[in-house]
């Protein structure tokens, strides 16, 4: 017979089974800065909202404040108040157009390689009650290699990488491809090939990058699509407005909401343990606990 001990054991995994929600946490990243991965993070926000998912996007790219810049909207307060000013979740999360929130960074994510145990474990539980908030998470991180950004990358379930035909996009492309090779076990990453002439140019710019790739790198890279140069992105953001807001029929906002059908319908192919943004956070904190 199962005995009371095993039983209780039984009875909490289920139960934990059932609190395991679909929140999706997807990170934006780039090699470089200046490619549109601000843009990108927000245009599909954009998309999945007007799917008619609940959306909220977190600021990790504390040396720019994007986010709140092409949204026009000045946040109250951010992370670092979240961890030191004592205030609570709804507090730091600042609402957007069209219903879509957003979580600033500010200094907060800078220190997060300093907290001490305790202090993890607050982070981690406050932000942990964005799973009932949110039905996509968007993880915007910094560019580049650097011990923050690396930190939210390696522990992402799901990674878009945007990359545009500059050599040195290609190049810093590639050295955050190298890095994350080195440290993530079964690193998938989707790419996005921004700013180019036709979508035959973004699937050669990603054949280009991939085949340097297959051949060095133990990585598996995916072609997510293409937005092409146009115009309006920039009237936009002199707007401080995305794209797919003020301009929906543009050509960039059309190739934003085919990417985001994409993404949807294909669904992530994440552990259990990795879902979420619980399991997310565990992941970036898992030495500091």
């Known amino acids: 017979m199962m005995d009371q001990a095993e039983n209780l054991r039984n009875i909490i995994k289920k139960q934990n089974l059932k609190n395991i929600t679909n929140s999706r946490v997807i990170a934006v990243t780039s090699g470089k ?30 040396g720019l404040a994007n986010i709140e810049v092409m949204f026009g909207v000045i946040p109250k307060y951010n992370l670092s108040d979240l ?3 004592g205030k609570e979740l709804d507090e730091i999360i600042t609402e957007g157009p069209e219903g879509i929130r957003f979580i600033s960074g500010g200094s907060g994510i800078a220190k997060l390689v300093n907290l001490d145990k305790e202090q993890v ?5 406050k932000l942990s009650e964005l799973e009932g908030m949110a039905d996509v998470i968007i993880i915007e991180t910094g560019a580049g290699i650097s011990p923050a ?3 939210f990358l390696v522990a992402s379930p799901e990674t878009i990488l945007v990359t545009t035909p500059e050599p040195t996009s290609i190049t810093d492309s590639y050295a955050l491809l190298k890095a994350l090779s080195m440290k993530k076990d079964e690193t998938t990453i989707k790419m996005i090939a921004n700013r ?10 990603y ?36 794209v797919s807001m003020i301009f929906p029929n543009a050509t960039s906002s059309r190739h934003f909401e085919e990417i985001a ?23 970036v904190f898992a030495k500091n606990m």
Request: glycine share 8%.
């Open 33 to 62: 800065g200046g490619v549109g991965k601000s843009s990108t993070s927000i245009n599909l926000a954009v998309q999945f909202t007007r799917m008619g998912k609940k959306v909220i996007i977190l600021d990790a790219d504390f």
């Open 83 to 85: 961890m030191f000013a």
């Open 121 to 125: 474990r607050r982070l981690v539980n």
């Open 149 to 151: 950004v690396m930190e």
């Open 196 to 205: 180019v002439d036709s979508e035959a140019e973004g699937r050669s710019l």
């Open 207 to 242: 054949e280009k990058l991939n085949v340097v790739v297959m051949k060095f790198l133990e990585i598996n890279m995916q072609y997510l699509g293409a937005v092409p140069q146009d115009n309006n992105i920039k009237k936009a953001i002199m707007k401080q407005k995305p």
């Open 261 to 283: 059908t994409r993404l949807m319908s294909e669904g992530a192919d994440v552990p259990v343990h990795k879902r979420g943004i619980r399991g997310y956070l565990r992941s």
